[in-house]
């Protein structure tokens, strides 16, 4: 998923320190997708949550983002935004 990769990014290649509870950054999945669609040839299904809100572009002029990146989109077969559920077994 979307999240898992963005924040491992985060935290293991950009060393982000939280910044208003976010470390995921949109590059580390844009360059998973790029791998996986250019190099590998596959067929990606993204899945993040909806309404998602996180950092992208350069560190010195970091932006946050809304919703799935228009190109990230494009890389994708389908994206699907998925509602987070507070749950009891959560």
Do not use: S
């Amino acid at each position: 998923n979307f999240n898992n990769v963005g924040t491992t990014f985060g935290e293991k290649v950009l060393r982000q320190k939280e910044r208003g509870n976010c470390v995921f950054h949109w590059d580390g999945v844009r360059r998973c997708l790029l791998h996986l669609v250019e190099k590998l040839r596959l067929r990606v299904v993204g899945v993040i949550f909806e309404n998602w809100r996180a950092w992208d572009g350069p560190l010195e002029d970091l932006q946050q983002v809304h919703g799935v990146p228009e190109d990230i989109r494009r890389l994708c077969e389908h994206v699907e935004e998925t509602p987070k559920i507070a749950a009891h077994h959560q």
